[in-house]
Every structure is written in structure tokens, then in C-alpha cells.
């Protein structure tokens, strides 16, 4: 029966790591899964979070089932986390919860409560945006369509023609938006440009699903949450799908939360029977651990601001990274400006590279980035810069 299978395509992202693992070249340089790395190109385990592991060594009781929904305490935690503390949403209680497996599958709910709720709905994708996104939605029926985000000849966002194809989203419909560190250009709206966006989808009657995957990665925590905050005005609804696989390191615990924002408390609750169920039909329930280091975490004064301190090292790091490959492919005698770059925000940027000089970098010196550009920032390391930069420099 199995034989009639066709062979699935590898992941855009993840098969290029794949093949990275199998390239014998000792001078290989991975920039296109995003994961953060030191300077030594590992991926590190944080601190705070062996401590929190360490402590729940120690007291953890039970291997038991969580709720459908997960810890109240993890709850809790993202939410004080994303809205702030004592946020309007939290304290009349229209805020609801649940921890998912990452934030893929907080998207992966979130499309299915779509599907089963609002079979109408489309959701709209910004172009270009996460090539998981489409698959997420096409996997769970839910129709999408895009609109224009990236302006290629500035570098920069194409504000006004976002604006207008918003303006003409049906009531109804779910925009997908960055909260920050847009994936994979780099680029975000500022404050001033978010409440405008805000203001377009309420007068459509559209609603925001937000995916929000790089809080702290971009200026810092409050900072990065300010989109967030913009759309969220008092009786607005909206979808939040949150990862803490970057600004915890816990790419492999898969820790990721779906939290919807309805008019009232009422509707919040009957907003959560839906999730739950969802949720009931996909995995049942989400795993304990990745959740339980973050609400450790987060719920001790003293971690949490160690954790914080961890989560801005990370960040200086990323943007020393851009500062030091813009300075050398200026010193190598590259005529292209990239100071985009050092404008960018989070791992990512979208480096204008074409196909083919991506190829070349790949056959040719076993640099490994995206077919369309993006780089990991987050996996540049200074040992190898001049050597990425040389090679840039060679296909251009």
C-alpha cells in the first residue's frame, strides 16, 4: 500500500540543516535554520533555565497529565509576560491561555479553531512572510491570500502599500502579523505605523492573529511587545500565538502558548471550550517541562532578572553580529550598501542576496542561508566572518 507514496520535498529551512549535517567541509557555516548560537556556534542552555531545571529536579511530585490547557501558573506568566503586569485584559479576565507544543503549534490550533468557528475566514500572510505559515493554513483547510510588505529596492517596509491592501481585507478575515523581528526581513512597523494598522483592521472588522515569537530579541522585552500593545485597545479581539523557543533557549522542549483576547470574560470562556477542544483532538495536552522552567523562571524576582540579563547578552550579540558583517563587507571593498542590516531587528535579514548567488555560496564554500536571502544573523560568529564575507563578496 506504502509503495504508492510519492517522496515529500524537504522543508525549505529544516532540510537545509539536514543537508548542512551531512556536508563533510570542516569550514562549513550554517545561517539558515533560526537558532540562536555563542560565539563558539553552540546553541547554550541558559543559566536561569538549569537552575529552574534543578529546582524542579528537586520538588516535581508528579509525572501526571496537565489540564488541556496547561498549567494556570504557566497562563499566568505569558500573560504578565506579553501584556504587562496588571494589562486591562488580564484583570477583567478576557484574556485566555493555553499552553502548546512551540509556537508552530500554536498556529496550528489557532488555524483549526479558525476553520471549525469561521469556515469563511481567509487569513492573510504579509509577503514575504515564514514559509511555515501557508503550510500551517493549507494543512487545516483555511484559505490565505497576502499583501505586500517588503519594499526590496529601499530595504525597508512598503508601508503605504501594506496600508492599502489591508484596507481592502474582508469583515471577518484574520491578518497573520509580526509582532517583531518580522521573519524573515528583519523589518517592523514603528509604533506610530501599528496603530495605524490597528486602526485599518478595526474598520474593516478584521482581526489580528499575531504571531509573536521574538519577544526581547528585537529592542527588549516591553519594547518588542509595543505592536502588541498598539492593536490591543480596550474591547478589541485578537489571536496571540507566543514561542519562548528563542528568548529561553528551549528550542527542544517546544514551549509555546495560544492566547485569545475576546470582548469580555463570557466570551473568553466559550472561546476556550473551542481551544480546548481543538486541542483534545489534536495532542490532548501539552507536555510539563519547557512550561514549568518558564513559569520558574518568571515567577522568581531574582531569576527573572538574571534571565533577563541572559536574554539581553543574546540580543547584544545578534546586533553585534550585524554591525560586524556590515563593517566587514565594507572593509573587503563590497560596493553594495548593506547598512540595512544593522537596522534589521531579531535573527533574521533579508540580505538581498538572489538564488543563485545562494547556490554558489552553498556549492561552492558551504555557506548555507535560505533560498531567498534570509540570514541567520543569530549564527554568525566573529572565527568566521571574514570567510563568510570573502565568499559573499566572490558571488556578488
Known amino acids: 500500500m506504502f509503495q504508492s507514496v510519492p517522496l515529500a520535498p524537504p522543508d525549505a529551512i529544516l532540510g537545509l540543516s539536514e543537508a548542512f549535517a551531512k556536508d563533510p567541509n570542516p569550514?562549513?557555516?550554517?545561517?539558515?535554520?533560526?537558532?540562536f548560537c555563542d560565539e563558539t556556534g553552540k546553541t547554550p542552555i541558559l543559566a536561569t533555565v538549569k537552575e529552574a531545571e534543578r529546582r524542579l529536579l528537586e520538588t516535581e511530585a508528579s509525572k501526571g497529565y496537565l489540564p488541556i490547557d496547561g498549567s494556570p501558573a504557566y497562563a499566568q506568566a505569558v500573560q504578565a509576560m506579553m501584556f504587562g503586569a496588571g494589562h486591562e485584559?488580564?484583570?477583567?479576565?478576557?484574556?485566555?491561555?493555553?499552553?502548546?507544543?512551540?509556537?508552530?503549534a500554536a498556529l496550528r490550533v489557532a488555524a483549526d479553531l479558525i476553520k471549525k468557528n469561521f469556515p469563511k475566514a481567509t487569513v492573510w500572510l504579509s509577503d514575504p512572510t515564514w514559509p511555515n505559515h501557508p503550510q500551517i493554513f493549507d494543512a487545516a483547510g483555511v484559505p490565505t491570500k497576502v499583501y505586500p510588505y517588503f519594499d526590496a529596492t529601499a530595504n525597508g517596509l512598503a508601508?503605504?502599500?501594506?496600508?492599502?491592501?489591508?484596507g481592502q481585507v474582508a469583515a471577518g478575515d484574520f491578518v497573520l502579523l509580526h509582532g517583531c523581528c518580522h521573519n524573515p526581513t528583519g523589518i517592523d512597523p514603528t509604533?506610530?505605523?501599528?496603530?495605524?494598522?490597528?486602526?485599518?483592521?478595526?474598520?474593516?472588522g478584521a482581526t489580528a492573529l499575531v504571531d509573536f515569537a521574538y519577544q526581547g530579541f528585537g529592542r527588549g522585552l516591553a519594547e518588542d511587545a509595543a505592536g502588541l500593545l498598539a492593536i490591543l485597545q480596550p474591547g478589541v479581539e485578537m489571536l496571540v500565538c507566543s514561542s519562548f523557543s528563542k528568548n529561553f533557549g528551549l528550542y527542544r522542549e517546544r514551549v509555546g502558548a495560544l492566547t485569545a483576547v475576546s470582548k469580555d470574560a463570557e466570551t473568553a470562556a466559550k472561546v476556550q471550550s473551542q481551544v480546548k477542544a481543538v486541542i483534545r483532538a489534536n495532542y490532548s495536552n501539552p507536555p510539563s517541562h519547557g512550561g514549568s522552567i518558564v513559569a520558574t523562571i518568571l515567577g522568581d524576582a531574582a531569576l527573572r532578572a538574571q534571565w533577563e540579563k541572559e536574554l539581553a547578552?543574546?540580543?547584544?550579540?545578534?546586533?553585534?553580529?550585524?554591525?560586524l558583517f556590515v563593517a566587514t563587507l565594507k572593509a573587503k571593498g563590497v560596493a553594495r550598501d548593506f547598512g540595512f542590516?544593522?537596522?534589521?531587528?531579531?535573527?533574521?535579514?533579508f540580505s538581498g542576496?538572489?538564488?543563485?548567488?545562494?547556490?554558489?555560496?552553498?556549492?561552492?564554500?558551504?555557506?548555507?542561508?535560505?533560498?531567498?536571502?534570509?540570514?541567520?544573523?543569530?549564527?554568525m560568529r566573529p572565527a568566521t566572518m571574514d570567510r563568510l564575507c570573502e565568499a559573499i563578496k566572490s558571488v556578488m
Do not use: C
Open 313 to 323: 547578552a543574546m540580543r547584544d550579540r545578534i546586533n553585534g553580529m550585524r554591525q
Open 353 to 379: 542576496l538572489t538564488k543563485d548567488q545562494v547556490q554558489k555560496l552553498r556549492d561552492q564554500y558551504a555557506i548555507y542561508m535560505v533560498g531567498n536571502g534570509r540570514i541567520n544573523v543569530a549564527g
Open 191 to 204: 509604533v506610530a505605523q501599528w496603530k495605524q494598522i490597528a486602526g485599518v483592521l478595526a474598520a474593516r
Open 89 to 104: 485584559v488580564i484583570t477583567s479576565r478576557r484574556a485566555t491561555t493555553a499552553h502548546t507544543p512551540g509556537g508552530t
Open 341 to 349: 542590516i544593522e537596522r534589521q531587528l531579531g535573527m533574521f535579514s
Open 159 to 166: 508601508f503605504d502599500k501594506t496600508l492599502a491592501a489591508l
Open 27 to 35: 569550514a562549513k557555516i550554517n545561517l539558515s535554520i533560526g537558532v
